[in-house]
Every structure is written in C-alpha cells, then in structure tokens.
C-alpha cells in the first residue's frame, strides 16, 4: 500500500503531458466513478419516486445504463488518436451538462411530457453513453506512460474506490443535506472542473485552436450549474408550475403542507399539497353556500366556530352578520392563518378577516382541540377541512369527531361541512351523510355548482330538527353574488345522478373514508 | 469479557456494525435512564435471607395474594366484585402490574410493555365484565358480543412493514412477491380458517383466549410436540415471505423464534383470535398506555390493599388454634421492616419457577417440579420525540415494524389520542430469542444505557436516518423473566398441567401457567384462583 502510493506520487516525464502528479489524475479518475455512478443513483431514485415499482425502474435503470457505457466503450476506439484529449475534455463537458441537469430536467420533464419514460431512458442512456467513453479515452491517453498492467489496475482501482464512494455518500450525505436537484448540479459541477482541469493538463496533447473555445465552454457549464445550484428552490417552483399549469407566484413549505398560489389572467390559486383549495374567481360560491345555510336560518348566532378553512375566506362570510360576537377558528398551520400577511392579495380577498377583533385563531389540530374539554357551546360550526386524502384528515370526518362536536353544541345550533364532490366521489360524499346520521345528527345534504371545483357537496346537520325552508337575512341577502332565497332552497333539491349510495361507517378504526375518496378521486383523475 | 459496543450491536441487530466507525462519534440522547426489576432482595432470598416478624408484627386476613402483577390484581378485583374484602397484595416492585405497567410524562402516557387486548369473543364474559367497568365496552349485542367505544380501537392506519426501503400497509411484505408466494399465503389463511372453524366432540375450539376453554383433543395437543417451522415445513410452504411473517408473530406474542416456538403456541396467535373462518382478527383495543390502563383500573378497584415494595421471602403452611392458615412472611423492601400475615388461603400470583423458593415444603407436599418453566427476557425502550421524522410512502402507523430486524419495531404512545404531529413516545421493543444471545447473556444484563441507547438508535436508523436528531430522550426498562417460553412439549408437559392445582390452602394464579403470557391469560387464572378460594372460604363459612 505505501509503496505503491510513493510509486504514484511520482511525477510524470515531461513531454506529450505537462507535469502533474500522478495523485492527481487519480483523483480526476476517482470524480469521475463517482460522479459516473451517481447519476446511475439518480437516475434510479428519480425513476422509482415518480414512477413507482422501485424494483422495475431500479433494474430498468441499471441495466440501461451499464450496457450504455458499455456502447460507450466500444465507441471509444473510432475516436482517432490525434483528437483523443479533446474528445475527453469534450465528453467530461457533456457529461457535466447532460449528467448535471439530469435530475431538474427529469422532474420538469414528468410535469410537462406526456413521454415522461422516453425522456427518462433517453436521458439515461446518453449520460451512460458519455460515461462509458471516459476511462477507455483517459486509460488511452495514460498508456503513453504506464505499462499497461499498472494502467489498468490503477485505473480501475480508483474507478472502484469511486463507485464506493458514491453508493456511500448518495443516501447518507448528498440526498438527505442537499437533495436530489442539487445532488445532480453538484456532481455536473466536479464533471466539468475535471474537463477545464484537463485543458491545462493536456495542454500539450491539444490543438491550440479552439483552446480559448473549450475554456470558455467549460467556464460556461460551471456558471449554468453554479446558478442553478443557487436556485434550485425555484426549480422546483417550476416544476409544480408544470404539473399546475400555471405560474407561481408565492410558494412556502410549512411543517404541515406545501402552499402556492398560482395566478391566471381570471384571479390567483390557492392549492395545498397540490391540490386546488379555490380560486379567487369563484369561490363566493363556495364559500357562500357553506357558511349562509348554517348561519341565516339561527335565531342566535353569537358564537361561531370554524374548523379548518385558515384562509379566513368562511370567516369572511360570518362577520357579515352584525350579530356574531365572536368567532373561533381552529387551522393545524400557522403559515395558513398567517399567509394573508405575506400574500396581499388574499389579505384583501378575505377582506383580513382572520385580523377582525371578534376573532380568535387557534393553531392546533381540530381533533386534539375538540376532545379537550372548554365548556364553551357554539351556536354554529362551519367545518371546512381538506378533502379526506389522507388518514390524518379522514380523522376529522369520523364519528368519534362528530360525536365530540356534540359536547360543543348549543342544542338548536346548525353544523355545516364541506363534504367533497358528490358527483366525482358519491361514496365518499354519501359515506359523510351517513357518519353524520350515525353520530347522532339529521343531516340535510346539499350541493352548488363551482366552476372552479365543480358539482360540489355539503352537509346541513343538527342535533334538533332541522329547518324545511331556510331564509336569508335581508341585510346579509343584499351583500351575496351567488346566494338569494331562493337559490337557497333550490340547493337542496338533489338531482337524480347525486342520489344516495350504499357507504360505510366512517370510523376511527376502519377510516373507510379515505379509501373511498382515493378509489373515487383516482379513477377520476 | 466484556462486548465492546460494536459486538454488541452486532449481536443483539445481527448485522455487522457497518460504518460505526467512519465519521463523527454516533449521537446519543441528550438524557435517558436504564431500569429494571430489581433482582438485588431476591438473590438475597435464594442466598437465605429470611428477616423474621415480631410478635406484634402479624396481621390475620382472609387472603393473601403474592404479586401485584396483572394475575395478583384479577384476583383481587374479582374478590372484591364477589365482596370479600379482607385481603391484601403484596407487589415487590413499587409499581405494581408487572410486564403490563407503564409510564407517564407531561405529553401521554406510554406503555412499558403489553399495549393492547384483541376485542374478547363473547365467552371471555369476566374480561368483558372488567371492559365494561372501564367504559371501553359500552354495550352487547344481542348474541352477548363487546361493543367497543370507537376510541379504544386501534386507530387506522394500524400497522406497516419498513421493507425493501420503503414502509408499506400491513405486516406481510408484499412488495415484489411472487404468485407462489402469495398462493402460499392464501393457502395459509385456509389453514387458519380451518382451525378457527375447527371443533371437537365437545364443541369446543382448537385454540381460544383464555387457552383453558380450548380443546385437549389429541389432534390439538399433538401441535405441541414440534415446532411452528417445523409445521410450516410439514405443509411445504417455501415462501420466504411467509416465514418471516409467522417468525415475527411467533417473536411479537412470544419472544421466540418459530424454530422454538410451539406450533400450538405459533397457531393460537393467529387463530385464537377469529371469531369465525373468514373473519377478520378481532379488533385491537389500545391505550396510549397500552395494558397499563386495565392496571390503573384494576389498582384504584384495590386501593390500599395493594402493598408496594414489599417482598416475601416465606410463605409457610401451618396451624393456629387447630386451624390450617398460611404464614406469608415479607420485608420492606426500604426499611427492611419485617412484617407477617396469617391468611385462610393465599393466591400465589407470582412466577411458578419461584413457588419452591418461597413455599415451604412445596416440592415434598406435591412432588411437583417447576424447572421446564423457562422465561424470556426483554428490552424495552420509551423514546421522546421532539418531531417526528420526514416520511414518505405509507404514513406513520400505531404499530411500525421493520422486516429482518430483532428487534419488533415500535408503537406510537400519541396514536390513540389523534395527534399525528408534533411530538410523540415511541415504545421500541426486543425480545431476546435464546438463540441470538447464547453465550452472551451475561454480557447482555451487563451492558450500559449508552450501549443499549446505540442499540435502538441503530435499529430504528434503518428506517428513519435522522432520528437521533429528533429524540430529547431515551429510556430503557430491562425485563429479565418476562415472559413464559412456550417451546415444544411445554404446554402439554406435566409440569404446566399440575401447576395450577392448588397445595392445601395456596392457589395459584399467573400468566405462566397457560404457557404463554397474555393479559387474558394472567387475567382468566386471577379470577379463577379467586374462586377457587371463594369456594373454599364458603365452605368454611358454612
């Protein structure tokens, strides 16, 4: 082991090279396996995360890529032997473009290609190609000063040593500190030093014309990676701007969820998690369709809770009426009661109700909430949670949730849920209806039309008997641009393809909820 | 010699410590203890200690029950809903409960060990009796079956597998199996079926909870002589998956491998629990405290009675006023204070290897030996999370297991309560099959809190690559004797058959007399030994 490191730190003869320690192109050889397999790794990762199957794309991927450098290989020996420096200075540029920009390029690609497995297996291919040229070009231009078993033990030791250094430092270090987009940037980024690196050093084995071109391109290559390294975050913007269709114009990752708002020539977008909560155009006629039912037809509505609905626009459509003395909005995300401050144009779609004195916002999880005991009775509940996609949220849509709402009634008070779409999702919607009735309420389901979402559905629920004929108030009636009396009413009237359906029990312990909604959803997507 | 940490590791994980010695020093908690039993007065026991009473020293009771562990507590529950009051229970620890007992910290209460009961079949009416003093059963239906309340069943999602790099919905690890595999899996369950909807010339049922209902037939007793893999063998299942899924289980109820697991014991797990072929399992009921709560409920039934950090050292058959009474003999654990009890009859509740060592006369009155009851010890560890870790693929579950790891993955204490974010307590469990640790036990009781903290951290690493990041602390309870081993020949050996037949005035109640150690179980022989000792102070009353 030491000698063999003395023999390698020995300079290299002067004449067809300039002077370098051998050390040194060793550790060219070494960035190079590693970076070679790190992209291997991505490719791989990238492939199974957005495809699924890891076991298919792993193999798919691995299996390209390996007979790709083996087409590298074989493609190395047409390169002539008086070019054979420059092809690998080019190659090492390639590779750093191609290999560097993989991984923001594929998830951009899944976003805006119907091809996505074409551009994959393309793009694997050619960086396995490039990679594949590397060390035949390298070891052809070493050979001139090595004899040929210290050549190709050498070599391949490094490349070796390299390839352990990438399946060690992919998962442990690159992936969970830097992430997959920059993870690839970083390796483009060696990739092309090691291509400068080389004009210098085989600087003699060049053409002189094109030198200043090759330096430049290089130098050219690390800026593109350096910036895009630097704004690797707005990649990832971009890439959500594929799959929503549409630009970003605020985006925050907050401990609970990812939040954008995406604007159009019609208004702006909220979507959590992906998925569409309203657009600014038409979502009075969401949201007055799920506050006025509860709320007009009370005798006393002094106390209203809201559960969910943080972006304060429910609440908008309570503080329309003069009598409610306070309300009490409970949302799991700060960043979500909070995002009018950063983003004004919500601040002023909301008209900043969640910052009215009779407001009180509540940052905890609804089902922790409710199951402690305040005492304190609402004479209405507006809940306007997510749609049930996930076991978290199917929670709150169980009876056990309900049944604990109860202990926080007025025993006339009116509760109205947002229950999905009753035409995409009947069983879901129907499996809410049900949970309710079984939770001890009557229930009266509605539904309004919202372009945005489209047929969408409600529930109407008391622990009383619950009014035939809802009314307006006057004073509130003339500040609506959906919702008169008689719309109102009409809301009820269920259309023959949104009658009931058979569905479960919506319970703790079978969250038979969040299996319909994904089944119902996922078929219709 | 002691294992350095590497070989410790490497031991308990059965995995090479890869890597421990490249990079930064591994991260421990910032706080943490190590606890166990205390075993210090009982070895003085075995060595002859004997402190005696003074004259004055000497309380008369009806009973006395020894152990103040899940069976100590049944039985006195069950003589106090009969109205015989006039006992005590005399626990050495100062908690009582036994392997079901549990913690507490500002955020929820957490479990020490056993952490749920399957939802009873209509026949186990005491234990559905005592669910319904808890509130947890509400109601029954017309054909006398439990009604659960919703927020004492285990809440969905219930359970993942950590497999292939990713975690998965359920126990078995379905990713890539093959159609063999899954046709031996069915087949499987058609096996299963079969015995759950199996009955002998009685009626009874091959395998039911509590096992003393079950079938004596001699096709049900025969599953005893082999072992679980041996019959998976004699079926000629292969699939690998599937015997990882039937080792787990045989692991999770019986901290054994299936090779020394009984294939009677190995069935029980899963056919004791369905109600019909077909079926699902019964539903799980849980706590956040797991079994702890039956404890606290059972405790508060016997108030002052229950006698913390009192050991007895003798229990002595003898005559007073041409009486037969039994002696019970105890220390203060603290002060050392020695204190006696005159009973009519005791409940011996503790341990059956112990009952030689405490009953004066016990192996000349019944001939009976106790040396085929072998016990298996545990680790268990509560970790506190400041968050939970990132994840991706199927959500955090109330029981997390990780495929080809000792250890039994962990519960989440925070589940049942709804709270999916934020902090929580892990309950992180390993068992130590006999054949992991031959050789090194000695050196497994020795090792320290930093050596075990390694151990779990390591495990769960596997899983969650940034958990040392996110636990504040981590403790570590040592079970030694923990639980009755059930390997081949065991439960229908003579020994376990007659250890539950009383010796003159003393009965016996404990988990370990049915072979396999279950709440139910512990639970059945309490409220039994109870009545048996009812009926002999009726009698005498009479």
């Known amino acids: 082991m030491s000698r063999d490191f003395r023999r390698g730190s020995d300079t290299m003869s002067a004449g067809s090279m300039n002077r370098a320690p051998f050390v040194l192109l060793y550790l060219n050889v070494l960035v190079i396996a590693t970076c070679g397999l790190v992209y291997e790794l991505l490719a791989g990762t990238l492939a199974s995360y957005l495809l699924g199957d890891s076991v298919t794309q792993f ?5 390209l890529y390996l007979s790709a450098m083996g087409a590298g290989a074989w493609v190395s020996r047409f390169v002539l032997d008086r070019v054979v420096a420059r092809c690998f200075i080019e190659v090492e540029l390639g590779v750093a473009l191609l290999g560097g920009f993989s991984a923001p390029l594929l998830f951009l690609a899944f976003a805006r290609v119907d091809l996505f497995g074409a551009v994959l297996y393309g793009l694997v291919f050619a960086i396995g190609l490039l990679v594949g040229l590397e060390l035949p070009l390298l070891m052809r231009i070493l050979k001139e000063h090595l004899d040929f078993e210290d050549l190709v033990s050498r070599v391949l030791t490094f490349d070796y040593i390299g390839a352990l250094f990438a399946s060690l430092l992919f998962p442990m270090l690159l992936v969970p500190r830097l992430g997959l987009v920059r993870t690839s940037l970083l390796c483009g980024f060696l ?55 549409q630009a970003i114009i605020h985006a925050e990752t907050t401990p609970y969820q990812r939040l954008v708002l995406t604007t159009n020539t019609n208004g702006f977008q909220l979507y959590l998690n992906g998925h569409l909560q309203f657009n600014s155009t038409d979502e009075y006629r969401y949201h007055e ?94 809940i306007d949670f997510p749609d049930p996609g996930t076991f978290a949220i199917g929670k709150l849509y169980t009876t056990r949730f309900y049944r604990m709402l109860r202990e926080r009634l007025q025993p006339d008070a009116l509760v109205s849920v947002q229950c999905t779409s009753p035409l995409v999702a009947p069983r879901s919607f129907w499996c809410i209806v049900g949970t309710m009735e079984a939770a001890g309420y009557q229930v009266r389901p509605y539904h309004a039309a919202v372009p945005s979402f489209g047929e969408w559905g409600y529930v109407l629920a008391s622990l009383g008997p619950l009014p035939e004929q809802l009314t307006l108030l006057p004073d509130v009636a003339s500040q609506l641009r959906f919702l008169t009396e008689d719309v109102l009413n009409g809301l009820f009237d269920l259309p023959p393809d949104l009658k009931r359906v058979d569905a479960e029990i919506n319970q703790l312990n079978n969250q038979a909820l969040v299996q319909y909604y994904d089944q119902e959803w996922g078929a219709w997507k | 010699m002691p294992l350095s940490r590497r070989e410790l590791i490497a031991v308990m994980l059965g995995t090479p410590a890869l890597l421990s010695g490249c990079g930064a020093a591994p991260q421990l908690p910032p706080a943490g203890e190590l606890f166990g039993q205390d075993f210090e007065i009982g070895h003085r026991i075995r060595d002859g200690f004997r402190p005696q009473p003074t004259a004055d020293a000497w309380e008369n009771v009806d009973v006395v029950i020894v152990g103040g562990g899940a069976a100590g507590l049944a039985a006195a529950w069950k003589l106090a809903r009969a109205g015989c009051d006039d006992f005590v229970v005399l626990e050495l620890e100062a908690v009582g409960g036994g392997t079901s007992r549990s913690g507490d910290c500002p955020l929820t209460p957490y479990p020490w060990g056993a952490h749920y009961l399957p939802v009873p079949l209509p026949e186990n009416q005491p234990l559905i009796q005592l669910l319904q003093e808890l509130g947890t059963v509400e109601s029954l239906t017309a054909d006398g079956a439990p009604m659960v309340r919703e927020q004492d069943l285990c809440r969905e999602p219930e359970e993942r597998l950590f497999f292939d790099g990713e975690w998965i919905e359920g126990l078995y690890p379905s990713t890539g199996a093959t159609p063999d595999d899954l046709a031996e899996l069915a087949v499987f369950r058609q096996e299963i079926d079969r015995w759950v909807g199996w009955r002998d010339a009685q009626g009874r049922r091959a395998f039911t909870i509590p096992t003393r209902r079950a079938s004596d037939d001699a096709a049900i007793t025969e599953l005893d002589q082999y072992s679980m893999a041996e019959w998976l063998r004699q079926q000629g299942w292969k699939s690998d998956r599937l015997h990882w899924l039937v080792d787990y289980s045989c692991r999770d109820d019986y901290g054994q491998s299936a090779e020394r697991t009984s294939a009677w014991a190995g069935l029980h797990y899963f056919a004791a629990r369905m109600k019909a072929p077909g079926a699902e399992h019964q539903p799980l009921i849980t706590w956040p405290e797991g079994n702890g709560r039956l404890i606290r409920h059972l405790s508060e039934r016997v108030g002052a009675r229950l006698k913390l950090g009192r050991a007895v050292t ?35 509740a503790a341990p059956q290897f112990l009952a030689p060592r405490l009953i004066d006369g016990f192996t000349a009155r019944t001939g009976r030996k106790v040396d085929e009851f072998e016990y298996g010890s545990w680790f268990v560890a509560n970790l506190f999370l400041k968050n939970r870790p990132s994840e991706r693929h199927y959500p955090l579950c109330w029981d997390n297991v990780i495929h080809n790891s000792r250890s039994l993955g962990y519960v989440v204490a925070t589940h049942q309560s709804g709270s999916d974010y934020g902090p929580t307590v892990w309950t992180w469990y390993y068992p130590f099959s006999e054949a992991n640790v031959r050789g090194v036990r000695e050196q497994l009781l020795r090792a320290t809190w930093a050596d075990l903290a390694e151990v779990v951290l390591t495990d769960l690493e596997q899983a969650h690559p940034e958990i040392r990041h996110l636990v504040t602390r981590l403790d570590i309870f040592r079970w030694g004797h923990a639980m009755i081993y059930p390997k081949p020949g065991f439960l229908t050996g003579r020994q376990r058959r007659e250890a539950r037949l009383p010796d003159g005035r003393i009965h016996f109640a404990n988990t370990d007399l049915s072979g396999i150690a279950l709440f139910e179980e512990a639970f059945d022989h309490g409220c039994r030994a109870a009545e048996e000792v009812l009926a002999s102070l009726t009698r005498k009353g009479a």
């Open chain 2, 314 to 348: 003798q229990i002595r058959p003898t005559t007073q006023a041409g009486e037969d009474v039994v002696e019970v003999v105890t220390v203060a654990k603290e002060s050392q204070e020695a204190r006696g009890w005159r009973a009519k009859s005791v409940i011996f």
């Open chain 1, 191 to 245: 990739n092309a030093a090691v291509g400068l690196w080389g004009t210098s050093l085989l600087r003699p084995l060049l053409n002189k014309r094109g030198l200043n071109g090759l330096r430049g391109r290089a130098c050219l290559i690390m800026g593109l990676l350096f910036a895009a390294f630097l704004k690797a975050d707005r990649l990832t913007e971009l890439a959500e701007e594929g799959v929503l269709g």
């Open chain 1, 59 to 63: 193999s798919l991927v691995i299996g």
């Open chain 1, 289 to 382: 369709a799920l506050v006025h039912p509860a709320l007009s037809p009370l005798k006393s509505r002094q106390h209203v809770l809201v559960l969910g609905g943080g972006d304060g626009l429910a609440v908008r459509e309570i503080l329309r009426y003069s009598s409610v003395k306070t309300v009490t909005l409970v949302d799991l995300d700060p960043g979500m009661t909070t995002l009018a401050d950063r983003f004004p144009p919500l601040a002023e779609l909301s008209r900043s109700a969640l910052k009215d004195p009779r407001v009180t916002v509540i940052n905890e999880d609804a089902f922790v909430w409710i199951g402690r005991d305040s005492g304190q009775r609402f004479d209405a509940v507006v």
